[in-house]
């Protein structure tokens, strides 16, 4: 991996096969993307901060909740 200091900061660069870069190319052409980095860039930050989310948020919903109540009720550990 190389780095490099831009003037938004540092980078390091990815290697991706050239046909998926292709592809995108192709993807971004007549879009507000400037280029695959920056398209590749933005779907990272997504899909990391969906992943994040994901790690923090409850692993049960409400109604898994309230089954799991119900559960330790009928087994006489709740009133």
Not at 8 to 28: A, C, D, E
Not at 47 to 69: F, G
Request: proline fraction near 3%.
């Amino acid at each position: 991996m190389n780095e490099e200091s831009g003037s938004k900061g540092k980078y390091t660069t990815v290697s991706i096969p050239t046909t998926l870069y292709n592809r995108i190319k192709q993807l971004i052409q007549d879009t507000g993307f400037t280029s695959v980095s920056s398209y590749v860039t933005y779907v990272l930050r997504e899909i990391v901060a969906a992943h994040e989310e994901a790690k923090y948020s409850e692993p049960y919903t409400e109604e898994d909740k309230k089954r799991i109540i119900e559960k330790l009720r009928k087994l006489g550990y709740l009133e």
